[in-house]
């Protein structure tokens, strides 16, 4: 078993799950768990200026030049926390080694199967590592914190391996949208920078949507049915005729690639007052504007049917497209994209369906697309990791080190 294995391993051991509905970050204290032990295991490593921000649950660290001042600085940036869509508590993965093609027994009535997930196939005789079906594995993001420890060991055991100053941060709150809320650019100090983020081994994305939430509040007349005629407002029926104003084809599970979509995530309420959670994405600046003019027209279509004041509908903007940013930075996409191929992995460009922690970096002044880990199925019970497959991302972190080593700032 490498180190790379051997640290996720222990990673996905610690529960960091995070939690949706904080403005501030780290969401859940327990996310410190994880950020304690990587700030010791860097010092450990040899790596320098390690620190852990005690308030917002950052951990920075820093691998300096050794071939001076003037080679671009580079960083790499993951995340700690795992999704809220299933527990990442208790974690057991099940390690598979030699895979052989067939069906793997997780426990209970849960089967990873090549017939579902058919990927596995790609994998027939590595070593796969997968959950016991009753929690995630926590792959996203945690095999890219073990592939970025493991390259920072190896800068650190090598110092003949040329390189510029090579930055880390490991951050807080990804998966619910507060990543990057308390990045301290100053201290990170880098040109450019990666995140190393989920999906399969060769992907990279400089793509993402741009995104945004609709809250929509309605409120009704509640009367007893049996004398309700021409007085009650049933606020769920009006809360379902709002949603039926949304094209019904633009809903996420009709789309797919550039498609966006609205997406109502969450629905409550009764006669009296309802809620609904939406999410409006879509990777076109242009198209992304005029979904949120349906959303409030759909609104003031309602509030003029039922009187003023009966649905409010509030957009809170979230993350941009960081694709305007990197285009202008390019040779970041060019050279992983080198990186792959230099070791027979051929790459993949593909549109983030969702965000990262990259795209408000981007557009804070540092250029950062996504390099997959080599996991699959994120955020369910059927997530796998080869372990082959991290071992040869930080082969390509490393290669990134040393193409960039011969820039100049």
């Known amino acids: 078993m490498t180190d790379v294995t051997e640290r996720f391993l222990r990673y996905v051991k610690i529960d960091t799950q995070s939690e949706e509905g904080y403005e501030s970050t780290p969401s859940t204290l327990k996310q410190f768990d994880l950020a304690r032990v990587l700030r010791d295991e860097l010092t450990e490593t040899g790596a320098t ?8 649950c950052y951990v920075y660290a820093r691998v300096p030049s050794n071939i001076g001042e003037n080679a671009a600085r580079l960083g790499f940036v993951a995340h700690m926390d795992t999704s809220t869509a299933v527990s990442g508590a208790d974690v057991h ?5 030699n895979y052989d093609g ?10 990873l199967s090549p017939k579902q997930f058919p990927a596995l196939l790609n994998h027939i005789g590595e070593t796969i590592i997968s ?17 970025i420890m493991g390259l920072v060991k190896f800068l650190v055991e090598n110092p003949d ?4 100053d090579i930055s880390i941060c490991f951050t807080p709150d990804e998966e619910v949208g507060m990543g990057v809320w308390g990045f301290d650019y100053d201290r990170f100090n880098a040109d450019f920078a ?15 949507f741009n995104a945004a939430a609709g809250k929509v509040y309605v409120i009704g007349t509640s009367i ?7 007085q009650m407002v049933n606020a769920l029926r009006v809360a379902m005729e709002f949603d039926s104003l949304l094209p019904a084809a633009q809903r996420p599970e009709h789309t797919e690639g550039y498609e966006g979509f609205f997406h109502l995530d969450e629905f409550s309420g009764n006669v009296d007052a309802a809620k609904l959670d939406y999410i409006i994405r879509d990777h076109d600046r242009e198209i992304f504007e005029k979904r949120k003019k349906l959303f409030a027209d759909a609104a ?13 509908a509030d957009i809170i903007d979230g993350y941009r497209n960081m694709a305007e940013i990197v285009r202008e930075n390019y040779h970041l996409v060019e050279n992983a994209c080198a990186a792959f191929r230099d070791f027979g992995i051929e790459p993949k460009i593909d549109p983030i369906r969702g965000g990262t922690d990259g795209a408000n970096l981007s557009y804070n002044g540092l250029p950062c697309p996504n390099l997959a880990t080599g996991g699959f199925n994120c955020h369910g019970r059927f997530e796998f990791v080869p372990a082959e497959s991290m071992d040869k991302m930080v082969e390509v972190l490393k290669k990134l080190v040393t193409t960039y080593s011969e820039y100049v700032k």
């Not at 959950?131 to 592939?147: R, S």
């Not at 007893?224 to 021409?230: L, R, V």
């Not at 509030?303 to 649905?311: A, P, S, V």
Request: proline letters at 3%.
């Open 131 to 147: 959950t016991d079906g009753t929690t995630l594995l926590g792959g996203d993001d945690k095999a890219g914190i073990a592939e």
């Open 102 to 111: 067939g069906d793997i027994a997780m426990g209970g009535e849960y089967v």
């Open 93 to 97: 993965p099940i390690i598979t080694e």
């Open 194 to 208: 990666y995140t190393v983020d989920g999906g399969e081994l060769g992907e990279i994305n400089y793509e993402c």
């Open 49 to 56: 200026d390690v620190y852990l921000d005690e308030k917002l």
């Open 300 to 312: 003031d279509f309602i509030n003029k049917k039922y009187g003023e004041g009966t649905l409010r």
């Open 161 to 164: 391996f040329k390189h510029g």
């Open 224 to 230: 007893h049915p049996g004398s309700a005629k021409n």
